[in-house]
């Protein structure tokens, strides 16, 4: 629940917890803080998030989402090995796409616009069955758990 929210003397309500798991989702995934020295002038964690979608995310998100990218850079000779994760690259990138979308949505001023938690859990459920599907999680130390 935003500030003005709890100002206005609203009731508690889940879409409090909703607006706060979207801002984690936002923090997480895009490596800033809602309070970083980037966010002036009416930015917002939110609102960047929701200029970049779909096109622009991976120039937002945590750059360490993204070691393909590193280890393609580092070595031509590692370009045959990048090129055949590409596709796993870019089932990585929708599943980026789609999690952001949550964030936006979970953290949307209105309470009243916001997912219902159970809506929530069951897209978070086919995102990561979509990456355990695609092995785009491979290699990788995060460990998704089922």
Do not use: W
Request: some cysteine; proline content about 3%; charged content about 20%.
């Amino acid at each position: 629940m935003t500030f003005a929210e709890y100002g206005m003397g609203n009731e508690v309500s889940p879409y409090g917890d909703v607006y706060s798991f979207g801002i984690l989702l936002l923090e997480m995934f895009i490596g800033k803080r809602p309070t970083d020295n980037t966010f002036t002038n009416g930015l917002t964690l939110h609102n960047l998030a929701e200029m970049a979608l779909p096109e622009q995310v991976e120039n937002i998100c945590n750059p360490t989402l993204f070691p393909e990218r590193e280890m393609g850079k580092a070595s031509s000779s590692i370009r045959t090995t990048h090129n055949h994760s590409s596709s796993s690259t870019h089932k990585t990138q929708e599943c980026l796409v789609s999690i952001l979308k949550i964030g936006v949505v979970c953290s949307h001023d209105l309470a009243t616009n916001r997912m219902d938690i159970k809506d929530v859990v069951n897209q978070l459920h086919a995102i990561k069955n979509t990456m355990l599907r695609s092995g785009a999680h491979r290699g990788r130390s995060t460990r998704i758990v089922g």
